[in-house]
Antibody, heavy 122, light 110 residues
Framework: QVTLKESGPVLVRPTETLTLTCSVS??????????VSWIRQPPGKALEWLAH???????SYNTSVKTRLSISKDTYKSQVVLSMTNMDPVDTGTYYC??????????????WGPGILVTVSS | QSALTQPRSVSGSPGQSVTLSCTGT?????????VSWYQQHPGNAPKLVIY???KRPSGVPDRFSGSKSGNTASLTISGLQAEDEADYYC??????????FGGGTKLTVL
């Protein structure tokens, strides 16, 4: 059974760095396994893809926030970590991690975590 | 990468069919058969209902179908049911090692 679950702070101050962890089970993050993305959703607004990491450690980022993002994985812990620097109130929203159905760019997001609501406020 | 364009809202009566549109560009929807659709009920994570333009994941009713013409993809829901009321998002490969979502459509079952 494939599951993903996001964890991290629910409140961060402006200018701080947000670090979120996605803990996965039911599949491997090692070479040959599926990749994981981070996707966010401001309250009442649309989904926005942020970053992706494949099992071979290849990474890609949304160009609009690329300079602020870093994605990494710990295969042994079955975790994918997203860091976002210089947080701003507009970054408030629910952050999801999601696993691809396949192994390539463009494949859909088959499994999703429940999401974590992060509020940016002083 | 600009978001794909979806109508803000669509409505239909139980038993009817509705079609939700998703308009992109030559770089994304038009160039790749990697369009997917997600259903999101309030307070829940999105759920994949259509992928690769026309394919349905296991467990998704065959009332859900997808298509594409040029830079516009469509999701059709036939035999509309109360539980279909939700937000729907399209998503496409954007052509530069990235994905792009639409702005979402709120489907109301009257």
């Amino acid at each position: 059974q494939v599951t993903l679950k996001e964890s991290g702070p629910v409140l961060v101050r402006p200018t701080e760095t947000l670090t979120l962890t996605c803990s996965v089970s039911g599949f491997s993050l090692s070479n040959g396994g599926m990749g994981v993305s981070w996707i966010r959703q401001p309250p009442g607004k649309a989904l926005e893809w942020l970053a992706h990491i494949f099992s071979n450690d290849e990474k890609s980022y949304n160009t609009s926030v690329k300079t602020r993002l870093s994605i990494s994985k710990d295969t042994y812990k079955s975790q994918v970590v997203l860091s976002m620097t210089n947080m701003d109130p507009v970054d408030t929203g629910t952050y999801y991690c999601a696993r691809l159905l396949g192994y390539k760019y463009g494949d859909p997001f088959e499994y999703w975590g429940p999401g974590i609501l992060v509020t940016v406020s002083s | 990468q600009s978001a794909l364009t979806q109508p803000r809202s669509v409505s239909g009566s139980p038993g009817q069919s509705v079609t939700l549109s998703c308009t992109g560009t030559k770089s994304d929807v038009d160039s790749h058969n990697s369009v997917s659709w997600y259903q999101q009920h309030p307070g829940n994570a999105p759920k994949l209902v259509i992928y690769d333009v026309t394919k349905r994941p296991s467990g998704v009713p065959d009332r859900f179908s997808g298509s594409k013409s040029g830079n516009t993809a469509s999701l059709t829901i036939s035999g509309l049911q109360a539980e279909d009321e939700a937000d729907y998002y399209c998503c496409s490969y954007a052509g530069n090692y990235d994905w792009v979502f639409g702005g979402g459509t709120k489907l109301t079952v009257l």
